[in-house]
């Protein structure tokens, strides 16, 4: 009896002190509900003669609820659950320093071996930054003409841009005259070549009829 009411006093030591943390939070976000001072232990005490479970159970569902109701209203709350869900690292606290460093699985001799087979990268990159002090600035003089050429280059590709749209409206042009030469001295020649020939041939048809007729005629006459 006396371990099962220990329990229970202190379950509810701990829900009072999470609604007593609740409170701030609300006070904090929205700047209304009660202080520390207003929200003590001793104060969230129950007063009735309700079972202690049922009592835990109540406030629980209470605290979730109001927890629940303060992320729906604050903004703010929503961004950093978001983060959390996204970057849960964020808010952890870190390991101690006195934490043991993950072991490793290769032995001595393999890390020596790692070691000195890297060993020349630290030189090549030592002696490659040493080097990037040695280069020389380039003069101010140059930076100072090419900002100066720089409202000619503005001049040049807004004309070189026009030029291309020149080109552009020639080629259009091009295009519709050969267009138009091909209609008319391609297509109408054919069509006027066939038609004389038609019309060749209609004569040639008329001449060979008459000379039918004239050897016809002398024919008849002897």
């Known amino acids: 009896m006396a371990t099962a009411a220990a329990s229970d006093a202190l379950a509810l030591e701990t829900i009072a ?4 943390r609740l409170r701030r939070l ?7 509900g009660g202080t520390e001072e207003q929200s003590t232990p001793a104060a969230a005490a129950p007063t009735t003669t309700t079972p202690p479970e049922k009592t835990v159970i109540a406030r ?4 979730e609820r109001e927890l629940d109701r303060l992320c729906t209203k604050s903004p703010a709350l929503q961004e950093i659950l978001q983060l959390d869900a996204r970057h849960p690292e964020w808010f952890r606290a870190p390991p101690p320093a006195d934490e043991a460093p993950p072991t490793t699985q290769l032995n001595a001799d393999e890390q020596l071996s790692v070691v000195r087979a890297s060993a020349t990268l630290f030189s090549t990159t030592s002696s490659q930054l040493s080097a990037v002090f040695d280069l ?3 003069p101010a003089e140059s930076f100072a003409a090419l900002i100066d050429l720089q409202p000619r280059i503005e001049q040049w590709r807004a004309r070189q841009q026009k030029q291309a749209r020149e080109v552009a409206r020639l080629a259009q042009r ?8 091909y209609e008319v001295a391609v297509v ?8 004389w020939d038609g019309r060749v041939a209609r004569v040639e048809q008329a001449v060979r009829r008459a000379e039918n007729a004239k050897a016809r005629e002398h024919n008849t006459e002897r």
């Open 17 to 20: 002190l999470l609604e007593s």
């Open 188 to 195: 109408g020649g054919g069509e006027c070549w066939a038609e």
């Open 26 to 32: 609300q006070y904090l976000v929205t700047g209304q």
């Open 136 to 138: 020389a600035i380039p």
């Open 60 to 63: 629980v569902a209470q605290l």
């Open 174 to 181: 091009s295009a519709a005259v050969l267009e138009r030469w």
